[in-house]
């Protein structure tokens, strides 16, 4: 095991699909003793080999986005991976299966475990995530040493049938070095002490708790209604400077949402945004939810809150939802502005101090 082998983000490995090959520095270096990861599918746990490990859950993960068609299955799906804002957006392993429901594929089902280990704070317990993107064949792109942040049912579309898949948001922690040696440590670890041992400063900072959670510091007036802001940087929820493609995005955001909340059962959905510090408000015979909706031509990774819509949403966290409609495109025909697709994230129930406020509004980095 050499002592000077680390995944730096923003560089190339060598991947070959042959471990033993001295040349592979992808799975030839994460795996040890002959046990490690396939070469596929994209989500690859990599487990203690202590038969009785202090844990259930892998020792640490990775995910590989494909970018390339360099054979195999076709996917239908995009992740979506903003380096500039340190977030990652990944698809689990669902596919369209005539019998299998999408919490039965074995990266769904890892990603389940996961999310209960992040949700009961369980740090020290939580396996590392090494994000990687297959731009090209016999090659890998490391994104960085990422941790889970949120996990949600969403669906995307294949053959013309609507498939339901888990997606996620992972962190990236920061930009400095994953050292291979603590990866194979890891995996022999015996306690949780001797799996932190030889970590990453930015992976000891985090378990720690005291790494605080980025945020996308806009530009903005503390006005009632934000100012206009660049739409051309895909940082946080990007306004056009012309009040028509606002209006436009909005109400593009605002159809799309109702839809959502159909599809989930909701067969009494009223828009209070002109009365209320929230946009919808949704019953059926037993729930009741009220829903803040954002949109963005950005890849949403932080969006504008009101000091009411904050205090509204801190006073009824269980009952609060919130959507944002992300990466909407707005094309010009016959000069009226014409907003389409888009990629919806929700997060239901919505803590609004799960993610990061800043006071210049409030800009709020999504957790």
């Not at 016959?334 to 006071?359: I, K, N, Q």
Request: glycine share 8%; proline share 7%.
């Amino acid at each position: 095991m050499a002592s000077d082998e680390f995944f730096r983000p923003g560089h190339d490995y060598r991947d070959k699909g042959a471990p033993n090959d001295p040349e592979d520095q992808f799975m030839g270096w994460i795996n040890l003793g002959g046990r490690g990861m396939a070469n596929a599918p994209g989500i690859r746990p990599l487990w203690y080999f202590s038969k009785r490990p202090f844990t259930d859950l892998p020792s640490f993960l990775v995910l590989v986005t494909k970018k390339s068609s360099t054979g195999g299955s076709y996917n239908p799906w995009d992740d979506v991976i903003d380096l500039k804002n340190g977030m990652v957006l990944y698809w689990g392993d669902a596919k369209l299966h005539p019998e299998k429901r999408f919490t039965e594929f074995p990266g769904n089902r890892t990603l389940e475990e996961v999310w209960k280990a992040v949700k009961a704070g369980k740090r020290d317990e939580l396996p590392p995530i090494l994000h990687f993107v297959k731009n090209k064949s016999g090659w890998v792109t490391f994104t960085g040493l990422c941790s889970l942040t949120s996990l949600w049912p969403d669906h995307f579309e294949e053959e013309g049938q609507l498939v339901e898949n888990y997606r996620c948001r992972l962190r990236v922690l920061g930009l400095g070095p994953v050292p291979v040696e603590w990866l194979h440590a890891r995996r022999e670890a015996r306690t949780l002490l001797e799996a932190q041992r030889g970590a990453p400063e930015m992976w000891t900072a985090w378990v720690r708790g005291t790494r605080p959670s980025p945020s996308v510091m806009l530009d903005a007036e503390p006005l009632a209604v934000p100012s206009a802001a660049d739409t051309s940087k895909p940082s946080g929820q990007g306004f056009s400077s012309d009040s028509q493609t606002r209006k436009a995005v909005e109400l593009h955001a605002m159809k799309r949402a109702r839809e959502y909340l159909q599809e989930q059962g909701f067969t009494w959905i009223e828009d209070v945004s002109s009365r209320m510090p929230f946009d919808l408000h949704a019953r059926d015979g037993t729930r009741e939810v009220f829903v803040e909706v954002k949109g963005t031509q950005s890849a949403g990774s932080s969006i504008f809150l009101t000091s009411g819509e904050v205090e509204f949403a801190r006073l009824n966290k269980s009952k609060m939802v919130l959507y944002v409609l992300h990466s909407i495109e707005v094309r010009d025909e016959e000069g009226e502005p014409r907003p389409r697709g888009g990629v919806h994230t929700v997060f239901w129930p919505w803590d609004v101090d799960g993610g990061t406020l800043a006071p210049i509004k409030f800009s709020y980095g999504l957790p």
